[in-house]
């Protein structure tokens, strides 16, 4: 079993202006060698954390602790220098009147070996043959290479990374994205991660630590927290939901306005719970005997499907509008019928809740 290579405990944090604390008892341990990403809304504690990591704020209570020893509590403070942390930032925040070799190099001091490590770097990032380019001659993508080699060059134990690709078009973001994970799987960098983009943070990370209101509410691999949310909140914040009403009638089934729903797994519910439970639109599924139909209200075509919205029919009732995905080669558009069928996924998906 691994030990713990990064670990938060209990850390909270506010400022002197406010009684609310920002990060509220925060636990995170992460692995030698782990992408780990902090996923949630503005506001909710991502960059205040990773200041906090990087020792650019300190904070009120709890404890971090690097390989075992102690860089920050209410006793110890390491300062950022110190901590062998690097960090990427939004802006990348090169020094404009330096060229790319001269970012790199930087990072180094008057390390006597600087001129080979930087050569090496540059090659490693693919940027050597614009070494002597200004951060202004450069795309989007190089100057977030340049930024995330001037990190790596001081080979930092943990390397933190505030949103990088998001001031990169969409059409190379991907890419540049997908350059940099490889380079960081090759050398087993340690990555805390920043994003508010839901997917982004399911295809990249080993685990995601979801954050609302200064709390992680769910840690854990990214099958696991858009399989098992713990929550309501994690269920709807990650990936797309439609999100529907009912009654615990056994432990395999809920009454709601579309008739009975089943569930693959039991529910840990008694019966006569209200519920709220959460399907994903990958879960409505096409049949030409389906129990259930429903009308095209809008479609999205993006190639090998169809992202749609359908007002299914309820008896007695206003119309109940479900997001569901539809294969490219139906070929469909608004107005046109739908016979489905609905499963629930997991007992994961169901909330006991007053409504």
């Not at 504690?45 to 990773?50: F, M």
């Amino acid at each position: 079993m691994k030990m713990a290579y990064l670990e938060v405990k209990n850390l909270s944090k506010k400022y002197n202006t406010s009684n609310d604390y920002v990060l509220k008892r925060l636990n995170l341990s992460i692995e030698k060698g782990e992408l780990v990403t902090l996923l949630g809304r503005s506001g909710c504690g991502k960059t205040t954390l990773l200041r906090i990591l990087c020792g650019f704020e300190t904070h009120n209570k709890g404890d971090i602790l690097l390989k075992d020893k102690i860089i920050s509590n209410k006793n110890i403070w390491v300062p950022p220098e110190k901590r062998n942390i690097g960090i990427v930032f939004q802006d990348y925040a090169l020094f404009p009147n330096m060229t790319a070799w001269g970012n790199i190099a930087f990072a180094l001091g008057k390390d006597k070996d600087k001129t080979t490590q930087t050569d090496e770097m540059l090659k490693v990032m693919g940027l050597y043959d614009i070494r002597n380019n200004y951060p202004h001659q450069l795309s989007g993508g190089q100057q977030q290479r340049v930024a995330l080699a001037r990190a790596l060059i001081r080979r930092p134990d943990v390397l933190l990374m505030d949103e990088p690709f998001s001031n990169l078009d969409l059409e190379i973001r991907e890419m540049v994205r997908d350059e940099t994970l490889k380079i960081l799987r090759e050398i087993e960098a340690t990555v805390i991660f920043v994003t508010h983009d839901q997917m982004e943070a399911l295809s990249i990370s080993d685990k995601i630590a979801v954050l609302e209101g200064g709390k992680i509410q769910q840690y854990d691999t990214p099958y696991e927290i858009y399989n098992r949310p713990v929550n309501m909140f994690v269920a709807e914040f990650i990936g797309r939901v439609n999100i529907l009403e009912g009654i615990v009638q056994d432990p395999n089934t809920i009454s709601t306005s579309l008739g009975n729903i089943n569930s693959k797994e039991a529910i840990p519910h008694q019966k006569g719970t209200r519920a709220r439970f959460i399907v994903r639109p990958e879960d409505v599924v096409l049949r030409d005997a389906g129990a259930l139909k429903g009308t095209i209200i809008k479609s999205n075509y993006q190639g090998s499907l169809y992202d749609a919205l359908i007002a299914a029919d309820v008896a007695c009732h206003d119309p109940l509008y479900l997001r569901i995905l539809v294969p490219g080669s139906m070929n469909i558009k608004a107005g046109d019928r739908l016979t489905f069928d609905i499963s629930i996924k997991s007992k994961h998906h169901v909330f006991a809740t007053e409504f």
